[in-house]
Antibody, heavy 121, light 106 residues
Framework: QVQLVQSGAEVKKPGASVKVSCKAS????????MHWVRQAPGQGLEWMGI????????SYAQKLQGRVTMTRDTSTSTVYMELSSLRSEDTAVYYC??????????????WGQGTLVTVSS | EIVMTQSPATLSVSPGERATLSCRAS??????LAWYQQKPGQAPRLLIY???TRATGIPARFSGSGSGTEFTLTISSLQSEDFAVYYC????????FGQGTKVEIK
């Protein structure tokens, strides 16, 4: 079955960077876009960006431009999300989520289990 | 950016009753609208896509309707496992989510 397994929780200091991984299995990795979504404590869902695992092209939410980088490793079917210059407002659960179809404009299914990133001095 | 607005923020419903959740888009998203359910400590789960198509394994008591800018998620007879937060998402022009509706036990 299609599965996305994310790396474990992280605690970082303000100004540091964090890199979260998402390992995919159960499907052809390069055939489906992958998204990252975050959720601050008690808040809603915020789309962060998208990566095409086939060629590695990316698009990011405007508010995160310059701080977020998404990459992939096709040899391990893993995508990564790195967020730099962390501040307290970046404390959130970070999810990877697969685009449901092979076209760009699609809903998300399935989702990874989430990775809690805590930014605290 | 397309803004998605959900109402109400909280819906108090008794088990067995019907729940109706609304989602409005700031501009037309055609039928490119999905609904997700999220329980505490869990990732969101897809319920509905294409505004009205149930995802695999989703019970028939969940139904979606609407197109353009107005959408509705209806849960016909609430079960204990349905008390959760529900999000709508448009995928017509990039991707944006509503702020969520919490369905709580009355």
């Amino acid at each position: 079955q299609v599965q996305l397994v994310q790396s474990g929780a992280e605690v970082k200091k303000p100004g540091a960077s964090v890199k979260v991984s998402c390992k995919a299995s159960g499907y052809t990795f390069t055939s489906y876009y992958m998204h990252w979504v975050r959720q601050a404590p008690g808040q809603g869902l915020e789309w962060m960006g998208i990566i095409n695992p086939s060629g590695g092209s990316t698009s990011y939410a405007q508010k995160l431009q310059g701080r977020v980088t998404m990459t992939r490793d096709t040899s391990t079917s893993t995508v990564y999300m790195e967020l730099s210059s962390l501040r307290s407002e970046d404390t959130a659960v970070y999810y990877c989520a697969r685009g449901a179809g092979e076209q760009l404009n699609n809903w998300f299914d399935p989702w990874g289990q989430g990775t809690l990133v805590t930014v605290s001095s | 950016e397309i803004v998605m607005t959900q109402s109400p923020a909280t819906l108090s419903v008794s088990p067995g009753e019907r729940a109706t959740l609304s989602c409005r888009a700031s501009q037309s998203v055609s039928s490119n609208l999905a609904w997700y359910q999220q329980k505490p400590g869990q990732a969101p789960r897809l319920l509905i896509y294409g505004a009205s198509t149930r995802a695999t394994g989703i019970p028939a008591r969940f139904s979606g309707s609407g197109s353009g800018t107005e959408f509705t998620l209806t849960i016909s007879s609430l079960q204990s496992e349905d008390f959760a937060v529900y999000y709508c998402q448009q995928y017509n022009n990039w991707w944006t989510f509503g702020q969520g509706t919490k369905v709580e036990i009355k």
